[in-house]
Structures are given as structure tokens and as C-alpha cells.
């Protein structure tokens, strides 16, 4: 075998599967994934493992797959990782564990995130679970939120013996791995909710419909409930936009809405109680994640798709894979382009979208260069739905109703990067409540960090 080489990973062709909501990525079988583990060459100083947020021992398991021992690989990624099905399908491996993998100096690195999926999906299929606390304390935490900075933190906490609970607003759990990513990229009742299930295995409960700073307080919680100490990963849902004329007009959405209405409620299927509009021609502003998966869930749809994006190519924030199968499946990419104005007709539909060409000029506050008008090159695009994808803020639900809980101008929850530690004392937060919306594996890092911070609190306690 070629050891510089990466075993190559099946998918759907692109024509089928621009068409239906299975998995476009159908990962290795147990031949392949031992095929490719070889390829580790078991770095004593190992920096795929500094690269990993939640620093899972990676040339230990890829070990383990290499031998063939796929139950034991399972279980030292456990120890790390709450959702390793998960991560191995939504990671940004390649800024990250690959990013840093020695083999990819001079060769491909190490399909890590490939392997991870693989020991973690056989897992599931063989019935093994993560192995639970010896015995527990009897103490109480609460966690706020069922997405993954709030089910690591939970997991963890329920390994080293805590009482743990967690509170969800929403009528399912999973957070935006239910409501934000789609079936396609990630399958909730096959992969999802058999993470969660692993983590109520560990003696987790979650609560659902259960709205922090409404049904109860945070302060409740402490005073009344008997909760010791309070994991706040709420996540960021609210929507931003442009602030341009029409925003307001029928047919244009929040990328958070359009995905949320497809894949928690299923508008997809006629039948649905909440049926989604199925544009004939959709622009989806924005170049992150999360506008490809709403430029790829219209497409399914039936829609003519563009993704309209100020910057180039290059600046894209998007997984460099997310771009690929979005352009291999027959999205149009309209970069250097921004929106000025969405058109409405008399009804108040949206009927097209005046935007003006681009060009990149000196680097801005965050390194990129910044995009620049080019005037006179204003033109119009016909439409019937726009989305926007313009990033998300946090709820400020919680903070307001929280007594001595301090947030940014950003309303993101102010605490300590190390342990997650707020303004107010036995109360802990991460993920994208703190940072604003990032990606899955930093939010379970926080969550990680978080679970660390709590037991050190409530030790010394």
C-alpha cells in the first residue's frame, strides 16, 4: 500500500444524493480503517492530540484500530469524547487533529476523524457503551442545554460520580445537532440519539420543555432545587441580519429557522404540520457551515441554489469538504458579491435581490481582507426565497434573569476560558453562549473545561 496516500472514503454520487436526505459520506468498513490506521506512525511527541479540543489519545486508539481491537479503541475515545460519532462526521479535522498530523508533512495526514467515526459507529453497532462511574457522590449539577457543549460536560461530570441533570427547551434533545446540521451531513435517530442515549447511560437525566429564566430560574435551581453548581451551554439561537431594505418581506428567512423547521420538525415531508416553502430559485447569504448546509437542504428541495458571499473562495469560512460537495452537487457560488436590497413584488413576496460586486482590499480587524464596493457594478438577481446566514447571538433569556451574571457587548456570557467560571459564583458556562456560534468540537471542549472547573469547585467546597 501506498502509506502516503489516505485510503480513499465511499460517498453517494453527487447526482443521486443532491436528491434525498441519506448520508452523503458512507465511511470505512473495519478492512479499510485498519488499512488506513498503518499509516500512523505512533509520534512519540504527539501533536494530533494538541490539535484535538477535547484531547482524545489519537495514536492510542488509531493503535488499537491497526491491531484490530476496535472495543478498546472505542473506550479510549470515550474517556475524551461524549459524541465520537458525531465529531468524527462535523469536525473541522483538517485545521485541527489532521491539521497537525506529522504524516501530512509529507504525504496525506492520517484520516483521523474517518477512523473515529468508524470505531465509534461499530461501537454502536455492537451494543458497547461507555463505561460509567464506579460510584457516586450524591451531588447535584445542573446543565443548561442539550447540545454538545451541555451533553460533554454532563458526561463528565456523570463519570466522576455527580447527580447530573439536564434542562432542555426544546421538546427533543440534542441541541443544534438535531436542529442545526442536517440528516444528510449527520442522521439523527441512527447517530444523535444514540450519542445521547450513551450519555443518559451514564446516569445523565434530561429534562425537556424545560425553558431556563422562564419555567425556572438559574437562581431556583441553586435555592430551591438543590443544585450545588450550574453548567450554562444554551448555545447562540438568535438570528442576524443585514439591517437592508426587505428584509422583512415573505420568502426570506434565517439560515436558523429554514434548517431548524427542516430537520427538528421535518417540514420537508408534505405532511408535515409545519410545512417549508420549496423555493424555485434561493439565495443563501453567508459562506460558513451553516450556509452550506441550508444552500444543500434547498437544493434538495428542488431549488436553483446560489450562495451569495462577499469575500472569495479563499476567505470562505466553511469546511474545505462542506465547499466540495456543495459544488459537486451543482450549487452556484456568487463570490465578491454583496446584497444591497431584497425586491418584493405587490404582495409583499420576495421577487429578486439588488446586490453589487466586490473586490478585496486591506486586511481587517480579523486578518481577512476586507471587502470593498466596486462602484457602478450593481445588478439584480430574480428570486423567490433569500436566506440569511449571517452568524448567530445568544438568547439573553438566561443572562437577564440571572442575578449577578455578567455579559459582553455581544451579550455572550462572560468566563474564564480555563474552567468556564462566571461572574457569579458555582455557575459555569461555555460553548457558543460564551464564544458566539463556533463549532461543534470547541463547544465540547468548553464543555470538557467546564466539567474540570465544577469539580474543582465543588471539591474544595
Known sequence: MDVLTKVPVREQE?????????????????????????????????????????AIDIPAFVEQVKLGNIEEAYQIISRSSALPAVCGRVCPQESQCEGKCIRGIKGDPVSIGKLER??????RENGIKPEPAKEKNGRKVAVIGSGPAGLTCAGDLAKLGYDVTIFEA?????????YGIPEFRLPKAEVVAKEIANVESLGVAIEKNVIIGK?????ELIEEEGYEAVFIGSGAGLPKFMGIPGENANGVFSANE???RSNLMKAFHEESNTPIMRGRKVAVVGGGNVAMDAARTALRLGAEVHIVYRRSEEELPARVEEVHHAKEEGIIFDLLTNPTEILEDENNWVRGMKCIRMELGEPDASGRRRPVEIPGSEFEMELD????????SPNPLISSTTEGL??????????????????????????DAVTGA?????AMGAGKAAAKGIHNYLSNK
Open 215 to 219: 419555567s425556572i430560574t438559574i437562581d
Open 170 to 178: 426544546l421538546h427533543e434533545a440534542g441541541g443544534v445537532l438535531v
Open 406 to 431: 455578567e455579559t459582553n457587548k455581544w451579550k455572550c456570557i462572560v468566563a474564564d476560558e480555563e474552567f468556564g467560571r462566571t461572574t457569579k459564583e458555582g455557575v459555569f458556562a461555555g460553548g
Open 14 to 54: 453527487a447526482a443521486a444524493r443532491a436528491k434525498n436526505f441519506d448520508e452523503v459520506c458512507l465511511g470505512y468498513n473495519k478492512e479499510e480503517a485498519m488499512e488506513e490506521a498503518v499509516r500512523c506512525i505512533n509520534c512519540k511527541n504527539a501533536q494530533c492530540i494538541k490539535g484535538c479540543p477535547v
Open 258 to 260: 429554514y434548517l431548524t
Open 385 to 392: 426565497t433569500v436566506i440569511m446566514s449571517l452568524g448567530t
Open 118 to 123: 468508524f470505531v465509534a459507529d461499530w461501537a
Open 438 to 442: 463556533a463549532t461543534v468540537i470547541l
